[in-house]
């Protein structure tokens, strides 16, 4: 591991990069040294490349000196995958941001990885298409980082993640090789599939330089449902029911009693229940009607208190702001936070709900539990004050916990949010030794000498 | 290569199969000798296991001894995938065909690899849930086999290929390791995508044991559309305007002015126009009227002739018996037929459609094109007579030119056909030297002595 960097790579990725591209300053050093998950390490240097060939460049004279390269969007990621380990250069893809091509009669885009996911969408909007991931950081956070981490959100119980939106890519390995894989089609039976292989990655195989992205059209009209239960068993059957009938919503929420009670506290309009189902469709004017209807059927049955239809506009806007509103919510109550998006079949999300609310018991915790019921993806978020050092070790102590439960009901680790440094200690409980082997191979292939992004996803052997 | 087993490891595997599990007898060797591509190679001996743990020890048997092991489902594969190369053992998986599991809360069916696609779709019914996949060989070809060339066929417009709906898999690698990826859950960031990467590689990264499949609900309702169009052109312009708009038709296929002719010669009721596309959508009785509508808007335009609503019942099963007739009408014209299944952006169809016709008459050859158009993957049917050894080698000739314009096009060599001994040889035009290597790295990394259908997918060095 290195202090200090080689002067023969200084000297050469300066003259490649020129003194925007290659930063060693205070501002550039610390601007790159943490993501949302709020861990920390301040890089030895931030290449900042314009193009593929300087990726291909700076991977090659990285490989050459051993130096540890970590790909950087926009830093909104949770789990620390784009937090240097010491000694590493953080390559951001800020500077390689632009829209390539917009192929409305092939119903995609190809894009660089540090366009923004705010800024494709708004370019997208005059063609009447979308992107479908939105992860609620959308505004801010990049193409190429929802892709390294198979970024979610609440519309892909409808049109999928990151990995189910992607056609092709070009990315460079770990040997400085550049990869082209798949195009501006929807059906490929050629070779083995590197594209998606690719995401959800978190840059350790590959960076990703172009994306060939798949869009879809913006329905015309969407309605909501807001339905309350008696607890959240109730809710949890309902959403099975929603997903056994034809209608795929394009959204559908969980939210527990404590993330009612947090709105609540924090103002919002929402009646006392034992927890609450958003649900939502689009369609056109005409057919959105007898959609609703048909997922409103389905969100009936025993336990349910209220069923309210919000159409379009202010009554929906307003649906959703108490969505929003939530994880705000929880910061105001407590200063820490773990927040995981743990995935379990549908037909458990009830075991799941009441074993967290065990757990909370057990642990003396406050325990949130919401999100994207319609993927069995829930958001589990223990809060804690850091500073009490006794409440801080049980929030620790109940997180792996956690993840057991999950496991033991045959879901997974993540979601949408991906390992990282964060979960990456507890893929050994994920995954028999066998299939980390076989992802470790893959590792090597890619990247023989493991310097892109080390030590993130596959635990340490 | 060997002529003839090690006396050793027929004595292994023989104890370990049995009788009925391990066949050497000539009705076997040429029961599982050859696929739908016509190519032929009797293998050494045809293993058929019952469970995973025969699996593992048939591989890593064949792994000790360096022998080439081939999986095999059904044999209804076009590309020669499942066909063994010289001094190879054939593991076929009849005998490994039950359903483990519906799970009709969580839309997923856990099935061993040799089930036929028929018999799951029929014991899905009574849930009201369809997988998918619908290949033209739906009815006796194996979910192992459509998941090893990814399948597809007119339904994967809307709902998607085989690698779109299989969300876990349990397989046996090169190293006979026994490997477990995803699980009853459609969201997943936790660790790399072996999934689907596994999909499409045509047993040569692994041998699938167990398949996770994602389910669909079945519509209540479908109808379709037959639409005539005065050219290929004007036709394929109408595909661009369907994909364009908010309603994805079920299925979107495009015939062209031969296809309707040898339709006509074998006594079909179709009108003379230079084009023709069926254009189906499902939903519910209230909704279906608006989708069809929908999709007729965008059909009509520029060059349409004629377009006739077939609701439910025999008149969509007509129509849909014209699209089917047409495999066997291209066999009683011509007994030689190379069949290829390319595939291109969407809006390169027209491109593509008088591209071949360019090369029909260059070559002087009758080539039919008809396919699956919403996915911009056609069936490009040469039609020859092998005894004509001149018109035998113009078809010979034509083929890789074929290829040439489609990848020139941006386009690929197969969208749901796989790779197999077929195409693998234009693979180095498909792809970058750099990603075939990438490719070939991530064969050594699952199976580092290539004992899994050495000779397939990937071309000679």
Known sequence: MYTELPATLVAELSLLLGTDGWRTDSTALDANAQDNSWRRQVPLAVAL???????QAIVQACRAHRVALVARGAGTGTTGAAVPLQGSIVLSLARMNQILSIRPGDRCAVVEPGLLNGDLQQAL?????????????????????????????????????????????????????????????????????????????????????????????????????????????????????????????????FMDARSLQLLRLNGADVPDAGAMLLIEADGDHDTLPYLLQGLAN?????????????????????????????????????????????????????????????????????IVTFGHAGNGNLHVNILYHPDDADENARAQAALPRIFALTLALEGTLSGEHGIGLAKRDFMAQ?????????????????DPDGILNPGKVLPPR
């Open 49 to 55: 490349p314009c193009n593929r060939e300087q990726v």
């Open 125 to 253: 909007a005059p063609h009447g298409l979308f992107w479908p991931p939105d992860p609620s950081s959308a505004d801010i956070c990049s193409i190429g980082g929802n892709l390294a981490c198979n970024a979610g959100g609440p519309r892909a119980v409808k049109y999928g993640t990151s990995r189910d939106n992607v056609l092709g890519l070009v990315a460079v390995t770990g040997t400085g090789d550049l990869i082209r894989c798949g195009g501006a089609y929807t059906k490929d039976a050629t070779g083995y599939d590197l594209t998606h292989l690719l995401v959800g990655s978190e840059g350790t195989l590959a960076i990703i330089v172009e994306a060939t992205l798949k869009l879809t059209p913006v329905a015309v009209a969407q309605a909501g449902l807001r339905v309350l239960y008696r607890d959240a068993d109730a809710a949890a059957q309902a959403v099975s029911r929603v997903m056994g009938q034809p209608v795929v919503p394009t959204r559908l929420e």
């Open 298 to 366: 389905a969100a009936e049955g025993e336990g349910m208190l209220a069923l309210d239809v919000a159409m379009e506009g202010a009554a929906r806007e307003k649906l959703w702001a108490a969505r929003k509103a939530l994880s705000p919510a929880l910061r105001s109550i407590a200063p820490g936070k773990i927040n995981e998006d743990v995935v379990v079949p549908v037909s458990r999300i009830p075991a799941l709900v009441s074993g967290v609310q065990a757990l909370a018991a057990e642990f003396d915790l406050t």
């Open 430 to 446: 994920a995954f028999t030794p066998e299939t980390l082997m076989a992802m470790r191979a893959i590792k090597s292939a890619l």
